[in-house]
């Protein structure tokens, strides 16, 4: 049982996300060392930072992949993985997790894909398990999914029959198909080689554009400065610096900032 800070006091839109306070650790090794961030609902945020920084870990404490060690994440208000009873946060059973992750979309560095099952069955699945949606429903709608990511025939494929590329724009179509309120990205293009980097990217840059809250983990810089509305770089498990493209990336004011961007550009 977490002790319960004070709660927003009202909704202010589809897909805000708060993280406040929030604390994780592994044994001795504090990996988020007092998270604050407020992202407003249809932005693009985009977290910079070098390798053991806690970007995925902070991904991942959004989704309740992680429980925090103290603190709490909101979107549009409603505590995720909790329940707030008094003066107290209780964890929330497994399957009321289940059904809060279904509006926050995952795409994962590694795809993440059901080898045995269809890309088409990839896509129905959550949406008709976890969330009792109609099947009949659920596949129109995945067939236009998989036609806007450029895979319309690629639906009755297995996911080991595809490049890399295609997977990654299948993981992107599979955590729009539960309509998510917020799509977290993990890195999504480090797994892929260098020729079929672009063609992910082109897929995230188009969803950019569509007003859906997005959190985008990326070495990509100069994608980030295309697409992104808010840029925060963090650092040893701590916000360093955040702000618009144009400040982070082109006049930081933190040493440390600046001292990654000398090293990536």
């Not at 999914?145 to 297995?158: E, H, M, N, P, T």
């Not at 554009?209 to 980030?224: D, N, Q, S, Y």
């Not at 618009?244 to 933190?254: C, E, F, G, Y």
Request: overall charge neutral; proline content about 6%.
């Amino acid at each position: 049982m977490t002790a319960a800070p004070a709660l927003p006091a009202t909704r202010t839109g589809v897909g805000r996300i708060e993280v406040h306070d929030v604390h994780k650790s592994y044994g001795t090794l504090e990996v988020l060392a007092g998270i604050d961030l407020d992202l407003a609902p249809g932005t693009v945020t985009v977290v910079l930072g070098p390798s053991g920084s806690g970007k995925s870990t902070l991904l991942r404490v959004i989704n309740h992949l992680e429980r925090v060690d103290r603190g709490f994440v909101a979107i549009d208000g409603d505590i995720i993985g909790y329940r707030r009873r008094g003066d107290a946060l209780r964890e929330l059973k497994e399957k009321d997790v289940l059904r809060q992750r279904t509006g926050i979309g995952f795409v994962f560095q590694s795809f993440n894909l059901f080898p045995h099952l269809t890309v088409l069955e990839n896509l129905v699945e959550a949406p008709v398990s976890a969330q009792g949606r109609p099947r009949a429903e659920v596949e129109v709608e995945a067939r236009a999914l998989l036609a806007r990511v450029g895979l319309a025939d690629k639906a009755d494929a297995r996911p080991r029959q595809l490049s890399g590329g295609q997977q990654q724009r299948v993981a992107i179509a599979r955590a729009l198909a539960t309509r998510p309120r917020v799509l977290l990205f993990d890195e999504p293009t480090s797994a892929l080689d260098p020729e079929l980097v672009g063609e992910v990217l082109d897929v995230i840059a188009d969803l950019a554009r569509t007003g859906t809250t997005m959190l985008v983990v990326t070495h990509e810089i100069g994608f980030a400065r295309g697409i992104a509305d808010h840029v925060v770089f963090m650092d040893a498990g701590r916000v360093v610096e955040q702000g618009p493209p144009a400040q982070v990336l082109d006049a930081p004011t933190h040493p440390r900032t600046r001292a990654f961007l000398d090293k990536v550009l």
